[in-house]
């Protein structure tokens, strides 16, 4: 592949570029705390940018046979042409949501933060994501993919509760065993291919496809977490300091569908539809059981850890209908539950600090003592259980339609079992919220602060601000999808 | 202002005071900043009633107008609204019951402390139900229809000092979401059908006869969900721990009303299902008898208006049944006009008694004018006495159901049998518990605790206040409400006379004919039987002539309990088990790999210290083994 590079391209490499020098200097330069905040805002302006570069019409120029993915910014310098790869970074509409909401949520964790180091670890953080996110090489997906696992963990390790190592642990070998898988992919892949460049199509025989989708679908779906592989989830979850939780909710988990819908898709359609009925099954099985293990846990972070298996469910289901209707709703359902999850474990973080314990026995009356905290809680709850007019309802209730579009016995049972799930999500979050904010206040929630610091508004703020404007405007996420989606899909109806 | 802008300002206007709202400081009594809140609050259904007066003189020509806000797959959401006569008559009784119990909670709630965020969520109520009826886009009109579960929710769990707040809240979200459960699948069923979302569309789509049956069931689930029919009514009386005039709010003019208002959109397409009405038919019939009986023995003086609503929801469904989908709009409209009375007089009742339970008043009659002549004409309307609006819409829906048992509606002849009689036995048991009600409250001798009396806790109240020493009239910003209600309980049915009302609403010409003539004299048989009860045996409760059906229908035939056994229980063990099994299966399984893979490297690290040269041959050849197997698969076929 020839050098090509758009004349605005380096934005593609400062982005990387810049969280990495800011890890750096916070790290090792005495540097107040406020830098590892500017660091990450100047991260989150140029996330922003892309969008300028957006031309819808790009696909039109390209008759028949246009690429699998049109970046609106392309940036792709050979790195190691021995091994084919190439230093190849892209935004298209598909990837760019997800780019904001990283800069986004690393902005407020880094603000929220009273850590250099935890802050340092979380601009690294940053990188690996958005490397991620950007790469439209497979193996510098999978390098990226991989560059995130240690910082989480030391995040984990080194910050977190009580059994924060085990945790840890737990969850940097999981994940590392999807990793393992995910490399035998990759290089299944470029070895049989040739290629290794997402923007091109990749010619692999049927049989190959199914081999490449079943590893590709286990590593993703422990990331994702997809049950039965979500057990590292909770743990790390429950342990992990309050950034670390929304960054783990956040964003990491989206590696997993946007690695399903942009390599499993994209590298080995055919497998993909083989075994999308297995994906939306499993999706099923983990919205109910989700929301069931929900109704039993008895500790804040835990449940909504829990939670967050039941909301990848919908996502998950949304991709493996292979519609568009769908993986837009997957889509959106990625960035609500980024939005909304993020929202709850600053909030019932900062929630267990105040009151020194996250045991929903010992919880109770928060709307006597602090009804601003009250407030929030109950709106981020009321938004997590999908209510319409909030960010989470597009994702979970167009999940359900696509299954039904989707038709047969099969989706339609998915579907309405997923339905059945959104009611129980509803039992669980009023369960919480009755234990919580209504009652009398106990001697744990009376020690509580009730006020609000300023740097919480900051990091609470636009999270409240987004789930209601991506609620009002679910627009601002799917729009431009639907041909990239199409491109992808193609291939799943050919086969 | 063209009507082009009023109608898609109608539902944002109170929305967009609600979001206001819910921006103030929380926690004050007076002030200026609950003077700010009650301005927003009051501002906004204002706005809401002007506009849809605005709505109501214009030309009155159908129309459509909005903007898309998303495009998923092949569907395209759009903001929107379609407005016509009909919607316009129910966005003005929503307007005009919200704006006023706005204005009765500033003197309800006047000593609040969380009085801001309840006037916010009145607004985002009022806001979700106009979205409800203006909407052209089914999935909007979802929006709107859970946004009220969801200010429902936070409204019944408003009073903290009621422990049962909570739980009742609780249960009416949970309730109504299980049934919206079926309304969201059935209305994927005919969007992905009619591949739009717009209303029109849907309504013109030709949809395959069980694809739409089965579409229609699933909404009709949705529909018992929100207008409490049985059998998802359970939420309805418990919602009585919210302050009345929400309870106003919900049984007059949202949330209760929006399930009749939903089939009455979509009612070209019941008309092509003949089970989908069956089915309403036979669960309106079961509705009407199960709230009218249960109404008979509730001693809470809100608990028997909230089983009357149940029952008079269940006329509005067996109206739209038998086929006549304007009877059931014109009975909406009466019965928002006579429950918001009789709420908002319950209020000044509880306000002035200290209490809502029936047993500790009596004699209220003569230090509360306002509130009994509020009542009388509310109960009555409620009853169905002429020429009071309850009785011509009730008459309507009677009418309309003794056709459907001539055969020739969409209808079986059966049900409509089933409807007719149900409806015909219910205006009987209507009358009983109206007049028990009035007579226990407002005459005899007051049954109210005294200075020596026994140390009765105020059960049933609102806000905190000191009981009055004796009862009086509530203050002229509760009574001013009254007044307003009092035209519409009294003289909306008239309006049926009304050519422009009429026609809009598609209604047929009212003819009393001799049909009139059975209700009339099941009427007066209900209510001289509570009267003669109560005048036979003074100071006793009527009810008690139930005898042994009382405490049956005083729980509302256990239904809770059944509920409770065969939904919450099954639920709960399911959990349980669900949860044991992935601790000790899935959980128990990754751990056990990683204990497993821990203890083998340990022997192996044993077996290595104790024979180092042939173990360590055989894990070269098995590492070689595995490559070469690698190496071989990776060969293309």
Known sequence: ?495 | MSVDVAGPLLPLVPLLAGLLGLLLPPGDGAGPRRRLAAGIGIAGSALALLLAIRLLLGDGDPFETGFEIAHFGGFTVSLGVAINPAVVYVALAVALVALLVQIYSVAYLHDDPRYAPYAAQVSLFTGAMLLVVTSHDLIVMLVGWEVMGACSYLLIGHDRRLPEAPAAAVKAFLVTRVGDVGFLLGIAVLITQAGSTRLADVIEHPYDGSTLTAALLLILAGVAGKSAQFPLHTWLPDAMAGPTPISALIHAATMVAAGVYVVFRLYPLFEQSPVALGTLGVLAAITILLGALAATAQDDLKRVLAWSTVSQIGYMTAALAVGSPAAALFHLLTHAAFKALLFLAAGAVIHAAGTGLLSRMGGLRPAMPVTFWSFVIGLAALAGVPPLAGFWSKETVLTAAAHATEGGETIPVWAGWVVWLAALLAVGITAWYATRLLLRAFFGVSRAPGPDGPAWEVGFDDARYQVPATPHDPPWLMRAPLLVLLVPAALLGLAAYAPGFRTSLELEDPHLGVAVALPMLLLAAGAGAAWWIWWAVPGVDPALALGPARPLFASGFHLDAVQHRLVVVPVRALARYVTAADERVVDAAVEGAGEGTRRAGGELAEAHRVAVLPVAAVLVLLGALVLGIVAWLGVPA
């Open chain 1, 1 to 495: 592949m020839t050098l090509s590079t758009d004349s605005w391209s380096f934005l593609l490499a400062a982005m990387l570029l810049v969280p990495a020098v800011g890890a750096a200097v916070v790290a090792l330069l005495p540097a107040p705390r406020i830098v590892a905040t500017l660091f990450a805002a100047v991260t989150f302006v140029l996330t922003l940018t892309p969008v300028v570069f957006s031309r819808d019409l790009l696909w039109v120029s390209y008759g028949d046979r246009p690429p699998a993915v049109v970046p609106w910014l392309n940036l792709d310098l050979p790195w190691v042409p021995a091994l084919g790869l190439d230093f190849h970074l892209g935004v298209d509409a598909i990837s760019y949501p997800l780019i904001v909401l990283t800069g986004l949520l690393t902005v407020l964790c880094c603000a929220y933060t009273g850590s250099r180091p935890l802050a340092a670890l979380l601009l690294i953080l940053e990188v690996g994501v958005l490397g991620t996110f950007l790469a439209l090489d497979l193996i510098l997906f999978f390098v990226f993919f991989e560059v995130v696992l240690l910082p989480m963990y030391a995040i984990i390790a080194g910050w977190g509760g009580p059994g924060r190592r085990a945790a840890a642990r737990k969850f940097v070998l999981y994940t590392l065993v999807g990793s393992v898988l995910l490399l035998i992919a990759v290089v299944t892949v470029v070895s049989q291919a040739g290629t290794g460049d997402l923007t091109g199509s990749f010619d692999l025989s049927r049989h190959l496809q199914y081999f490449v989708f079943i590893l590709l679908f286990v590593a993703f779906a422990i990331k994702a977490p997809l049950w039965p592989l979500h057990t590292w989830l909770p743990d790390a979850h429950t342990e992990a300091p309050t950034v670390g939780s929304v960054m783990l909710a956040g964003v990491l988990l989206k590696m997993g569908t946007y690695g399903l819908i942009r390599i499993g898709l994209g590298v080995a359609p055919e497998g993909a539809e083989w075994a999308s009925p297995v994906l939306g099954v499993l999706a099923v099985v983990a919205i109910l059981a989700g929301s069931l293990i929900c109704l039993r846990q008895r500790e804040l972070k835990r449940l909504i850890a829990y939670s967050s298996v039941g909301h990848m469910g919908f996502v998950l289901l949304g991709i493996a209908t292979l519609t568009v209707t769908g993986i837009q709703a997957a889509l959106i359902g990625n960035i609500a539950h980024g939005l909304i999850t993020g929202l709850l474990f600053f909030l019932v973080g900062t929630l267990k600090e105040r009151a020194g314990t996250g045991s929903l026995d010992q919880l109770s009356g928060l709307r006597e003592q602090a009804p601003r905290l009250a407030g929030l809680l109950g709106f981020a709850a009321i938004a997590s259980l999908g209510l319409p007019g909030l960010a989470g309802f597009w994702g979970e209730a167009f999940a359900v339609v696509a299954a039904v579009q989707a038709g047969g016995p099969l989706w339609v049972t998915c579907g309405v079992l997923a339905a059945c799930g959104g009611a129980l999500t509803a039992a669980y979050f009023l369960r919480l919220l009755r234990r919580v904010t209504h009652g009398p206040a106990t001697p744990m929630v009376r020690g509580a602060k009730p006020s609000i610091a300023g740097v919480e508004w900051f990091a609470w703020g636009p999270l409240v601000l987004l789930t209601l404007v991506v609620g009002v405007a679910p627009a601002l996420i799917v729009s431009g999808t639907d041909i990239p989606i199409l491109r992808l899909l193609e291939a799943v109806s050919r086969g």
